[in-house]
């Protein structure tokens, strides 16, 4: 990526800046995120409490993993925590829940569990690049020679009374003293989707040009 392409970043809407900076489509995302809203809603009376957000994050993993295999990512399961890789190694993808805040621009939004040693690995690795976005060629070699990858987070909430899912893909950079992360840099908020639309209700127009400022349990 040139720096050029970087540096134009926060003047790109969400879905166009996440397809530059990752080659992640917003239809690969939005494919994602229906298939999260419906596996939650499958859930049965009977089934245990939390089953919904349990399916929804176990098919909204494999779906990220299948729209991305084709563009040449790689499943990983670091710890356990199960990821999709870049081609080139460098970024990471997983799928997690949030809270409320989930989406809103407004608000920070919190995982809904506790993170485990991998999570909170990669949040340091993270935070220590926090002043490497954009980036000079020299500060790009030594990205490119890091061991660690830069990890990106799914985010998901499903409302189900209203039923709408909000959803981001985010970086997270800190964990609070509960286990949870509870900040992100960037945040690329993806628009809401709302299931009371029509039934050929079609993937929303890329939103208004945002000031997103890139700094580019497991």
Known sequence: MQRNQLTSIPHLPPEQAVELLLGVSAKDLYATATQYYQKVLSAGKLQPNGSGGTLGWIYATEAIRAH???KGWTPSDPSN???IVSPDGKHAITVMRGD???GNPHRTP???NKRGNRTVKSVHFNAAQQDMF???RDERQVLVEATEQTLWVLL???DINNKVVNYELSRPINMGENGKVDDWKPRFILPQIDFNAPTDYQMPEPSPDLDIMVTPKA
Do not use: D, E, M
């Open 134 to 136: 954009p980036v000079s």
């Open 100 to 102: 409320i805040h989930t």
């Open 156 to 158: 998901f909430h499903a």
């Open 81 to 83: 925590q199960p990821r």
């Open 68 to 70: 991305l295999i084709s």
């Open 110 to 112: 919190l995982t809904r």
